[in-house]
């Protein structure tokens, strides 16, 4: 190869990746939170869970990214493992669609499809036909990309050194080794996938060489997903245990079938003259075979991964931490990573979650303090309210970082709504601390509420506690859902007013103390901002699921 085909070589990979990725992009950005909900609403159906996982796959062109989403929503308790092995079934079957469609020799419309596709992203400003345009300028780019790889590894066909490297990819176990390694490198095997195409284009490598390579791309996809779960939960782990067995098994079974039978002769029999179909259609027969062997067994490979990851005695953390959120993934142009935006938002909510219901306990704590006049609860609710600001704090950092990466519009509205909600959290933690306080002044003062105000406080304590868990319910965001709580709000509006005018009336009856009345006053004051920041939560919570 001369230095003008190793440029030729390099400048044709970067364009086939670089358009892979805007491709890829284009099409999360265009509908990443339909894909989302598709997979929050799973059902625990096999051949449903297989469908999704293919045709969300053959959506974003990563089984990467599809496992990896996987591995956030197990690790977040939002999908099971017996869901998200029919998910990867799925996404090993609907990766196979990229080499597909190099296959089918569309490049001469390459430039056609670049053209589309960059010029409304130059001449227009609307984001969706952005997203549109960066798809097709994406899948015009790769094939452009493409050509230029199998022009210039064209002189290769001539050269001896390389012919006899290549003959060893025929070694069932150096093939699977070299496609492992380098698809782990370049963390996508439909990318790798086409580099093979490429190769097989230019005459250099042909099936029987390259099929044993092919088998361990599937192997190296994994990688992806296996850094995605360092520091997840055990579960989250798990998947990608499943994801490697998955790809390992099918290996095993199609290296065997392909020494000991004419499979490979067959396969390429079937498109005599098309080596990138050849490679295509071993792909597709090797992801699409294998998920009909494991279908019926899937639950097998999960009691395998449990097995390989057994249940242990977790040591208990000690200290304030964070439960969900993992350092952010970003690309190279400093974009949130493709297939990750989903698990970033639902990192997010769980940790909020987690927050919203420490506060919840230290509501309960405080309306406990004040009717039993137990001043010694304040240390608890203080400690907790120490843990509320530290998850405010760190919340609120991770979700600056993510909307300093993060392009996809939807999902930028999404989380700065949740910055919102963790203030709004943090403030009814606040509001509690105050209520817990007022039992110290009690003791300290020897006030005592009557029984009609500790009834009412019953009342506060009730709606209060109604609120935050209708906050905290797994429903739908609705319009009807957010109407709910701003009847709630209005009802607490409502009980303040009336219980303001209650106290005053004890007051003039003489069964309640001027201290007492003034303080019952402040702790109105505090139920009513509670049942402003939980409808605040409420809208900015309907906001980002819009």
């Given at each position: 190869?001369?230095?003008?085909?190793?440029?030729?070589?390099?400048?044709?990979?970067?364009?086939?990746?670089?358009?892979?990725?805007?491709?890829?992009?284009?099409?999360?950005?265009?509908?990443?939170?339909?894909?989302?909900?598709?997979?929050?609403?799973?059902?625990?159906?096999?051949?449903?869970?297989?469908?999704?996982?293919?045709?969300?796959?053959?959506?974003?062109?990563?089984?990467?990214?599809?496992?990896?989403?996987?591995?956030?929503?197990?690790?977040?308790?939002?999908?099971?493992?017996?869901?998200?092995?029919?998910?990867?079934?799925?996404?090993?079957?609907?990766?196979?669609?990229?080499?597909?469609?190099?296959?089918?020799?569309?490049?001469?419309?390459?430039?056609?499809?670049?053209?589309?596709?960059?010029?409304?992203?130059?001449?227009?400003?609307?984001?969706?036909?952005?997203?549109?345009?960066?798809?097709?300028?994406?899948?015009?780019?790769?094939?452009?990309?493409?050509?230029?790889?199998?022009?210039?590894?064209?002189?290769?066909?001539?050269?001896?050194?390389?012919?006899?490297?290549?003959?060893?990819?025929?070694?069932?176990?150096?093939?699977?080794?070299?496609?492992?390694?380098?698809?782990?490198?370049?963390?996508?095997?439909?990318?790798?996938?086409?580099?093979?195409?490429?190769?097989?284009?230019?005459?250099?490598?042909?099936?029987?060489?390259?099929?044993?390579?092919?088998?361990?791309?599937?192997?190296?996809?994994?990688?992806?997903?296996?850094?995605?779960?360092?520091?997840?939960?055990?579960?989250?782990?798990?998947?990608?245990?499943?994801?490697?067995?998955?790809?390992?098994?099918?290996?095993?079974?199609?290296?065997?079938?392909?020494?000991?039978?004419?499979?490979?002769?067959?396969?390429?029999?079937?498109t005599p003259d098309n080596a990138a179909a050849q490679i295509a259609n071993m792909h597709t027969l090797f992801n699409v075979v294998t998920t009909l062997l494991l279908l019926p067994v899937g639950g097998h490979l999960v009691n395998l991964a449990m097995h390989i990851l057994p249940d242990r005695k977790e040591e208990k953390e000690e200290g304030m931490h964070l439960q969900y959120l993992k350092p952010i993934t970003v690309d190279k142009d400093r974009s949130i990573?493709?297939?990750?935006?989903?698990?970033?938002?639902?990192?997010?909510?769980?940790?909020?979650?987690?927050?919203?219901?420490?506060?919840?306990?230290?509501?309960?704590?405080?309306?406990?303090?004040?009717?039993?006049?137990?001043?010694?609860?304040?240390?608890?609710?203080?400690?907790?309210?120490?843990?509320?600001?530290?998850?405010?704090?760190?919340?609120?950092?991770?979700?600056?970082?993510?909307?300093?990466?993060?392009?996809?519009?939807?999902?930028?509205?999404?989380?700065?709504?949740?910055?919102?909600?963790?203030?709004?959290?943090?403030?009814?933690?606040?509001?509690?601390?105050?209520?817990?306080?007022?039992?110290?002044?009690?003791?300290?003062?020897?006030?005592?509420?009557?029984?009609?105000?500790?009834?009412?406080?019953?009342?506060?304590?009730?709606?209060?506690?109604?609120?935050?868990?209708?906050?905290?319910?797994?429903?739908?965001?609705?319009?009807?859902?957010?109407?709910?709580?701003?009847?709630?709000?209005?009802?607490?509006?409502?009980?303040?007013?009336?219980?303001?005018?209650?106290?005053?009336?004890?007051?003039?009856?003489?069964?309640?103390?001027?201290?007492?009345?003034?303080?019952?006053?402040?702790?109105?004051?505090?139920?009513?901002?509670?049942?402003?920041?939980?409808?605040?939560?409420?809208?900015?919570?309907?906001?980002?699921?819009?």
């Open positions: 190869m001369k230095i003008t085909d190793i440029l030729s070589l390099l400048g044709g990979l970067a364009l086939f990746l670089h358009g892979m990725q805007m491709m890829s992009s284009g099409l999360e950005a265009a509908a990443g939170n339909r894909m989302k909900s598709i997979l929050e609403k799973l059902t625990s159906n096999r051949l449903l869970g297989v469908l999704v996982g293919a045709v969300i796959t053959a959506v974003i062109q990563s089984s990467s990214a599809t496992t990896v989403m996987v591995v956030g929503f197990v690790n977040s308790g939002m999908m099971n493992l017996r869901q998200a092995v029919w998910i990867i079934m799925g996404a090993n079957i609907g990766t196979t669609i990229t080499g597909q469609l190099i296959a089918l020799d569309v490049g001469v419309l390459a430039p056609l499809l670049a053209f589309l596709g960059i010029a409304p992203m130059v001449f227009m400003k609307n984001p969706k036909v952005h997203h549109i345009g960066s798809i097709l300028a994406g899948l015009g780019i790769l094939f452009i990309g493409m050509d230029m790889m199998s022009a210039a590894m064209e002189p290769l066909r001539d050269s001896q050194t390389f012919i006899n490297l290549v003959s060893t990819f025929s070694n069932p176990l150096v093939g699977i080794l070299t496609g492992a390694i380098f698809t782990a490198i370049i963390q996508s095997s439909s990318a790798s996938v086409g580099i093979l195409q490429a190769l097989a284009m230019s005459g250099v490598v042909t099936l029987p060489t390259a099929v044993y390579v092919l088998f361990g791309q599937n192997i190296g996809t994994c990688i992806t997903a296996v850094l995605a779960a360092i520091g997840t939960s055990r579960n989250a782990k798990r998947t990608t245990v499943i994801h490697l067995s998955f790809n390992i098994i099918g290996t095993i079974i199609f290296t065997i079938a392909c020494m000991s039978t004419p499979l490979t002769r067959f396969v390429a029999n079937l990573a493709i297939g990750t935006s989903a698990i970033y938002l639902n990192q997010i909510r769980s940790e909020l979650h987690r927050m919203l219901g420490k506060a919840r306990g230290n509501i309960d704590l405080a309306f406990q303090a004040v009717l039993e006049v137990k001043p010694e609860l304040l240390e608890k609710a203080e400690e907790t309210e120490t843990y509320i600001d530290y998850l405010n704090k760190e919340i609120s950092q991770y979700i600056s970082k993510v909307i300093a990466h993060e392009t996809n519009e939807t999902d930028s509205a999404a989380v700065s709504a949740y910055f919102k909600i963790t203030g709004n959290i943090e403030r009814i933690g606040d509001h509690a601390v105050n209520i817990c306080e007022y039992s110290t002044m009690m003791e300290k003062k020897g006030i005592h509420f009557s029984e009609g105000a500790k009834d009412e406080l019953r009342e506060m304590r009730d709606v209060c506690l109604e609120a935050l868990d209708t906050l905290a319910a797994d429903a739908d965001v609705s319009q009807g859902w957010l109407s709910s709580m701003e009847k709630l709000e209005q009802r607490i509006d409502d009980m303040t007013a009336e219980f303001r005018q209650n106290q005053l009336d004890r007051m003039k009856s003489g069964s309640c103390s001027d201290e007492a009345c003034i303080l019952f006053s402040e702790l109105l004051t505090d139920f009513e901002r509670i049942g402003d920041h939980a409808l605040n939560i409420a809208q900015e919570r309907t906001a980002a699921a819009r």
